[in-house]
C-alpha cells in the first residue's frame, strides 16, 4: 500500500513540475503562442495551412510572379531607386524544405501540436544591386542589403528604406569654408542656423536651402536670410557640387565680393548637387561677431578654387531743370557710382595630376548710380557789344578775321522777301539819278537804259 501511494504522490508532483517547467521555458512559451495564434503559417507572406507541398510550390510560384509585376523601390536619402526584379532570383523549394523540417514533430513527441511557422523566400540578390548601393554613397550597403532580403523574402510591396551611413564612423575633413563678420540685421538669424546646421547630404543627393527651411520663422528680414545663403554659396564654390540654382541680388551687398552673393524668396532658390562619392555635412555657427559656415566630408582627390572677373560701366550725367534756381546755378542731387559685369569661374584641379577643369559659374550684372545734376532753367542775360580787335579785317576782305565767334557773323543776313520784291522795280520817277540818267529812265539788268517816261 505505502508503495502504491509513493507511486501516486511522485506522478503528481512530476506532473505539477512539468506543468511549471513548460510555462516558465521561454520556447515553450512561443510554441504554445504559435499554436493558439489562428492565422496559421506562412512562407514568404502567403499562408500555407492545410497545403501539401506541391500546393505550396505552386502558390508561391504564383505570388512571386504576381510581385514582379509591380516596381520596387528603393528609397531613402532623397533618393528613389527603381529596382530591376531580375536582381532577385527565389529558391522555393529549398523554402519548402526549410518550412516542412520546422513545422514537423518527432514521432516520441507524439503530445506536441504542430508548430506554427512563418518563414521568409530564399532569395539570391543580384551583385549588380550590390554595385547601385555603393554607388550611393551615403548608404549602408550590407545593413541595407539586410533590409532589402527581408523585405523581398515576404514579397513586400512596400518602398524599401536604405539603411544611412554612420557619418561618425569616417574621417571627414573640412573641405570648404567661410567667414564674415555680421554686419546685416540678425533678425532669425538663430532659427536659420538650427535649421541648416548639421545637416547631411548624401553622395548625388541634392540640397535645397527653401526645403530646409520651410516652417522655420525666418522673422522681418530678408537681408538674413541673403547673407547666410551668400556665405554657404561662397563655401560651395570651394568644393566640386554642382551648382543648380543660384540668384543674384541684384546689388553689390557690404559682404563678400561681387558675384558671390545669392538671395532665395518663395519663387527663388539656391540650390546644389553633392557630385562627390561620400556625404557631406554643412556646419553653421556664430563665432563671437562672425558666422562661419563649413563643409566636411571624406578627403578627395581634386580641390576647387573660384576666380571673380569684373568689368566697370562708367555711370551716367543726368540733368534735370528747375526755375527755382538762378540763372547757371548747379545743384548735385546724388552722385553717381561705377556699375560692374560680372562674371565667377570655377577651376577644379587634381591634387597629384595635371588635370584641370574650369567653368563658368554665373555672369551678373550690377548696374551703376547715374549722376543726377539739376540745373536751372533761366536764361542770363548777355552782352552783343563785340571786342573791336575781334573785328579787325586784315585781308581785305570786308569780314572780320576772327570768324570763330558766335557774335561774330561772317555771312550777311539775306535780304527780307520784301526788299527782295522792291529791288525788281524801277525807283520812283520823281527821283534823280546820281547817274545823270533823264528823268524817269533806268538801267535794266543788261545794263541798257530804259526810258521812263515813254
Request: charged share 25%; aromatic share 8%; net charge negative.
Amino acid at each position: 500500500m505505502k508503495i502504491i501511494w509513493k507511486t501516486v504522490v511522485l506522478v503528481v508532483l512530476t506532473s505539477f513540475l512539468f506543468y511549471l517547467w513548460s510555462s516558465n521555458f521561454p520556447p515553450l512559451q512561443q510554441q504554445v503562442s504559435a499554436e493558439s495564434d489562428g492565422s496559421g503559417s506562412s512562407i514568404g507572406g502567403q499562408p500555407v495551412e492545410s497545403l501539401n507541398r506541391d500546393e505550396i510550390i505552386s502558390l508561391l510560384n504564383s505570388k512571386i510572379l504576381e510581385w514582379k509585376q509591380n516596381p520596387i523601390i528603393l528609397a531613402g536619402n532623397s533618393t528613389d531607386i527603381t529596382l530591376d526584379p531580375e536582381w532577385f532570383t527565389f529558391d522555393v523549394e529549398s523554402t519548402v524544405e526549410q518550412f516542412e523540417s520546422q513545422v514537423s514533430t518527432a514521432w516520441y513527441a507524439f503530445w506536441k501540436s504542430e508548430r506554427t511557422i512563418h518563414l521568409p523566400l530564399q532569395v539570391v540578390i543580384s551583385p549588380e544591386l550590390t554595385e547601385v548601393i555603393d554607388g550611393n554613397g551615403q548608404s549602408d550597403t550590407e545593413a541595407t542589403l539586410e533590409v532589402i532580403k527581408n523585405q523581398v523574402g515576404i514579397l513586400s510591396n512596400e518602398p524599401i528604406e536604405t539603411v544611412a551611413l554612420d557619418m561618425s564612423l569616417f574621417q571627414t575633413d573640412r573641405i570648404a569654408f567661410d567667414i564674415e563678420e555680421i554686419s546685416i540685421n540678425t533678425s532669425g538669424l538663430h532659427d536659420i542656423i538650427s535649421a541648416l546646421n548639421e545637416q547631411e547630404i548624401g553622395s548625388g543627393e541634392m540640397f535645397s536651402i527653401n526645403e530646409h527651411l520651410e516652417g522655420v520663422n525666418l522673422g522681418a528680414s530678408e537681408e538674413t536670410i541673403n547673407f547666410v545663403t551668400s556665405l554657404i554659396y561662397s563655401a560651395v564654390l570651394q568644393t566640386n557640387f554642382e551648382v543648380i540654382e543660384r540668384h543674384s541680388q541684384g546689388r553689390i551687398p557690404n559682404y563678400l565680393e561681387p558675384g558671390i552673393e545669392a538671395t532665395i524668396s518663395n519663387s527663388k532658390d539656391f540650390k546644389f548637387i553633392n557630385t562627390n562619392n561620400a556625404p557631406a555635412s554643412i556646419k553653421i555657427s556664430m563665432k563671437e561677431s562672425e558666422l562661419l559656415v563649413e563643409i566636411y566630408s571624406v578627403p578627395t582627390e581634386t580641390v576647387a578654387n573660384y576666380l571673380v572677373s569684373e568689368k566697370e560701366i562708367t555711370p551716367r550725367i543726368i540733368y534735370r531743370y528747375s526755375s527755382e534756381l538762378k540763372p547757371n546755378e548747379e545743384k548735385l542731387i546724388q552722385e553717381g557710382q561705377p556699375g560692374l559685369r560680372v562674371s565667377v569661374y570655377r577651376t577644379i584641379s587634381d591634387k597629384a595630376g595635371p588635370y584641370e577643369k574650369e567653368e563658368l559659374i554665373s555672369r551678373d550684372y550690377y548696374p551703376p548710380v547715374n549722376r543726377i545734376v539739376l540745373k536751372s532753367s533761366l536764361v542770363s542775360e548777355t552782352s552783343t557789344t563785340l571786342d573791336p580787335d575781334l573785328t579787325v579785317d586784315m585781308n581785305g576782305d570786308g569780314l572780320p578775321d576772327i570768324k570763330d565767334d558766335p557774335l561774330i557773323s561772317t555771312n550777311p543776313s539775306p535780304p527780307a522777301e520784301s526788299e527782295k520784291e522792291q529791288s525788281n522795280f524801277p525807283p520812283p520817277a520823281s527821283v534823280e539819278d546820281s547817274d545823270g540818267l533823264p528823268e524817269g529812265s533806268y538801267y535794266d539788268k543788261a545794263g541798257n537804259i530804259i526810258d521812263g517816261s515813254k
